[in-house]
């Protein structure tokens, strides 16, 4: 009987053991589930998943910090915007302006146009307005006009081969080749003045000075000065004025830039090194380089701040914003 005893005592025992080692067990398990942030099984659900791509997709680039995040554009963006460069050695390569308006019907009565048909886009319309009238205002002066603007390939052929015929040259010296005109972007005005007998080219003497020295104010440049003709590889063409906007029209007139110098000097503004800060009507604002490689190029862009992108028609993207 005793020995029953003792051998019941020893079976309880063994089973008490068992039972705190599965509970140890079990705790341990319970423990390492506690741990994982997945439910414990080690997949994602559908909806982590789905909150992880969205991340992604608006995430910032490695090492910006909070200020920033960044959108996807594609290589075909280089070729537009305010900044593209277009010469002999970067042609344009974008499809006509969709947002062409004609001078005609957005002038005011401070300047003249040459004709009905001249087509510039519209987002130059109001800051040239204002240009025409504060000069007007300051010189009492109405004799601009507007002569040429928007120009397809085609036109632009047809003036290149035209030069030909009249110098029996091989090339021209004072027509741009077709795909190496400004005017294609729709971001180029070409003044004239009138006079008792027609019209002359804008030659920046004597009081319609005052516009080459306040373009830069409205966004407008001297695309082609006399300082810079080995720069450009095109002669002085005062009458010429490019848009780029007032921000990097006021960097160009301090530095005395040229567009081939101001895309170069940008070069040396990446993103990820120092960004090129300027103040412009009391407004600050930082300016910094991308380059594009391949299809798609990551752009990060400040947060909860303006800002635009533009391309340099060469190797990259422009990013300008308001601090």
Known sequence: MARKRRRRLKVGRIAAALAIVLLLVLAVIFAVKALKPDGGDGSSSSSDSSSQSE???????????????????SKEDVHKGDLILVNADAHYVTEKPNDLVTVASRKIDQYSVKNNELEVREKIMEPFNRMMQDFAGATGLTDVMVISAHRTVEYQQMLYDNDLKRTGKDFSDEVAKPGESEHHTGLVMDLGIVTSDGSKFFDASGDHIWVNQNCYKYGFVVRYPESKKDVTKIIHEPWHYRYVGPVHAAVMEEKDFCLEEYIDFLRQHPFSGEHLKTTVDGKDYEIYF??????????????????????????????????
């Open 55 to 73: 991340s992604n997709s608006s995430s910032q680039p490695t090492g910006t910090g909070d200020a920033y995040g960044a959108v996807q554009m």
């Open 290 to 323: 991308v380059p594009a490689r391949g299809d798609t190029v990551e752009v990060p862009i400040p947060k909860d701040k303006e800002y635009t992108i533009s391309g340099n028609n060469v190797d990259g993207l422009i990013v300008t914003a308001e601090l």
